[in-house]
């Protein structure tokens, strides 16, 4: 097995499992990963589920065996091979629980474009990123879905075409991570977004996120019919109910 999951109570966490690689993945690990993200996904007790990496490292995108061996098959068998990849961070793009990303470590390549999947990532101020696709006469294609929307045009191409490696400060000021901590302060951090997001209403978090991919793919008359059908049947659901009513008495709603 490539991944390591492990549960406290609504909290799952799925660690990439191959330090002696730097957590690169294969098409073993691609398979494992959209398996485990499509299983906690329909877990009606999980409610985060927080990604990172065994060892020093977050994961260093494509092993290098792995990407060897496409370049022997043939142009049908790559798109298979490019289907599953993007279909593994696709899962993780549009699993409706909360995915925190615990960036313990270097995060390059398919890694980068990990931590662009998830809803927060938290990193330590020693980890360091890159798209360095370029430099082995590669591109970042599939990732590119992912870490375009998040970091925006610009970046997205300057840091494409010069494949260089940059702190997790640049990594949070360009959107990429939304926090930077000391080392011996990542784990408290990302537990306490953890715990944070538990007091969000599950069925909201699920359909706000649903929302922000309608509004950013769809044309913007019909994102708008989207979002206010979308509203009323919010404002109409039981959570929507409960929330309110837990308001107004000043005391925690039910998921709280």
């Known amino acids: 097995m490539t991944l390591h999951i492990t549960h406290n109570g609504p909290i799952a966490t799925v660690t990439l499992d191959r330090p002696e690689v730097h957590n690169a993945f294969d098409a073993a690990m691609i398979v494992e990963m959209r398996a485990a993200f499509d299983a906690l996904s329909g877990d009606e007790h999980v409610r985060v589920i927080v990604l990172t990496g065994a060892g020093e490292s977050f994961c260093a995108g494509g ?3 792995w990407m060897q061996s496409a370049m022997e098959l043939t142009f049908e068998d790559n798109m298979a091979d490019a289907s599953a990849l993007a279909a593994m961070f696709e899962t993780i793009w549009t699993c409706p629980k909360v995915v925190l990303g615990r960036i313990n470590g270097a995060a390059i390549g398919g890694g980068a474009g990990l931590a662009a999947c998830c809803d927060l990532a938290i990193a330590a101020d020693t980890a360091r990123f890159g798209f360095g696709e370029v430099k082995i006469g590669l591109v970042p294609a599939v ?35 939304h926090g930077v901590v ?15 997001c538990l007091t969000s209403a599950p069925d909201a978090i699920t359909t706000i996120k649903r929302v922000v991919d309608v ?14 059908e979308m509203l009323a049947r919010v404002r109409t659901g039981n959570e929507a109910r409960e929330g309110i009513a837990a ?5 925690r709603p039910p998921w709280a």
């Open 215 to 228: 509004v950013w793919e769809s044309e913007r008359l019909a994102a708008q019919r989207f979002v206010v």
């Open 247 to 251: 308001f107004k008495a000043r005391r």
């Open 143 to 177: 990732i590119a879905q992912y870490v375009v929307p998040k970091i925006g045009v610009s970046q997205a191409r300057a840091l494409f075409v010069s494949g260089e490696r940059f702190s997790a400060e640049r990594a949070f000021e360009i959107g990429l991570i």
């Open 182 to 196: 000391p080392p011996e302060e990542l784990d408290a951090t990302v537990m306490e977004i953890a715990q944070r």
């Open 63 to 65: 092993d290098m065996r």
